[in-house]
């Protein structure tokens, strides 16, 4: 089962896109005062079906309810990994809490977007990540100093935690990071 060809059969595009073969996926947050955070792929080889705007989507398609359901910003399936990213962006200093009710809620996007594309068991065997972005710009140096040839190396502090349910979290502030360091320990 292709679940690009059935996406673009079911889903309006205007909710997914597909990214092959590239070193660098950007999510935007449009709310409040926008930005972007940058996540670097390190495979020359890749493949990714995002879904994005699930805020968007749920209110032109849900209009029956008095109340929407949660949801996160981003869910990134990793095609070639098989491996699926939930993950939720913040500006301000939200708590792990927070940032687990709107994964889980992504988790159940999915898998309703996998069922109305007629391809719903393509991801029961896959990894499943929960990432929670603390957006935070990068502040210039005040040093004087020259900077390095090699500026490539940004090191985030990834934080590894479970929320109270036992659910793994990973979390960490920044406009970036390395999407193959977001695995668990």
Known sequence: MDIVKNFNEYIDERFFYIVENTNEIVLHENKGNPYQVRLRVGRAENKFLIIQDLEILKTQYSRFLKKYPNDCDYIILDLLKQTVYYIELKNTNRSNSEFMEQLRAGAYWLQ?????????????????????IRYER?????????????????KVDLLFLKDVAGEPLITFRGEEVQLDALVYV
């Open 112 to 132: 309703h977007l996998l069922f109305c594309s007629r391809c719903e068991s393509v991801v029961q065997d896959w990894s499943f990540v929960n990432v929670g």
């Open 138 to 154: 990068k502040r210039p140096s005040k040093s004087k100093r020259p900077a390095k040839e090699n500026t490539t190396d940004h």
